[in-house]
């Protein structure tokens, strides 16, 4: 390990260039941070990996803002994947933050185009890991216009498993669910809400403009719904319950 160091901060020195692409900046560091804070971190071995997670994250949102430039956007594709697939080969499979990882993954790939590969990761997070709500509705998205009675067996599933969450509340509606909601499972342990890294407006507008977007829903009006939502934004899917 010390020897690539060494041969890493030997590149760095030679060519500036790559110094600049590659370093991490104070807002990537916050944006990593963020995304961490209030995690259980007791398991050190696995832990000492996740710094590679963070090289995911900002690769991604790197990627978002670098569509215009082909060679651009495919290295930081590219530093993105490395980075979540650094984690996964290095990390136990019951390491608890493998969901994410996952899903970071998943994005990017969705990202890049490979939205089959980032939905058969997303369908093994949903088998795997039951409460990560972020998978049921990415896949919700993705089938919506193509099955959308798929599409809403998706995220009555994820009701199940995860009962009293606004997100999939939102979107069952959405897809035409009937009320009442989907009968719980179980209620036992709170579901994984954790929304993708934050993206800039300019980044994220760049990004549907050039790669695409996942396909838009059709809303269907219901008579007397719930009021669901947060206070300052009803309609935000992804936002944290």
């Known amino acids: ?17 790559f110094a600049l692409q590659w370093g991490r900046t104070a807002a990537e560091d916050a944006m990593c941070s963020a995304q961490i804070a209030g995690r259980d971190k007791s ?39 490395d980075g979540f697939d650094y984690v996964l080969s290095h990390t136990s499979k019951d390491f608890g933050m493998r969901p994410e990882v996952i899903a970071g993954k998943a ?20 088998q795997q ?5 972020p998978a049921y509705l990415y896949l919700a998205d993705y089938y919506a216009s193509s099955d959308r009675k798929k599409a809403l067996s998706l995220v009555s599933d994820g009701l199940r498993h995860n009962p009293g969450t606004k997100s999939l509340q939102r979107r069952y509606q959405e897809l035409g669910g009937k009320l009442p909601y989907p009968e719980p499972l179980v209620q036992a342990a709170p579901a994984v809400t954790t929304p993708p890294p934050a993206e800039a407006p300019v980044a994220a507008a760049e990004a549907s403009a050039e790669v695409g977007s996942a396909e838009k829903m059709v809303t269907e009006p219901a008579a007397e719904k719930p009021k669901i939502g947060s206070p300052t934004n009803p309609y935000c899917r992804f936002c944290p319950d």
Not at 129 to 133: A, E, L, Q, R
């Open 1 to 17: 390990m010390k020897f690539i160091l060494l041969a890493l901060a030997g590149v760095l020195a030679a060519d500036p260039a």
């Open 43 to 81: 398991d050190k071995q696995n832990w000492g990996h996740m710094h590679h997670y963070c090289d995911g994250l900002r690769f991604y949102n790197r990627a978002l803002s670098s569509t215009r430039d082909r060679n651009d956007f495919n290295f930081n594709i590219k530093e993105s994947l």
């Open 107 to 126: 994005r990017t790939l969705a990202l890049a185009g490979h939205k089959g590969a980032a939905v058969s990761l997303y369908t093994g997070v949903v």
């Open 129 to 133: 890991t039951p409460k990560y709500v």
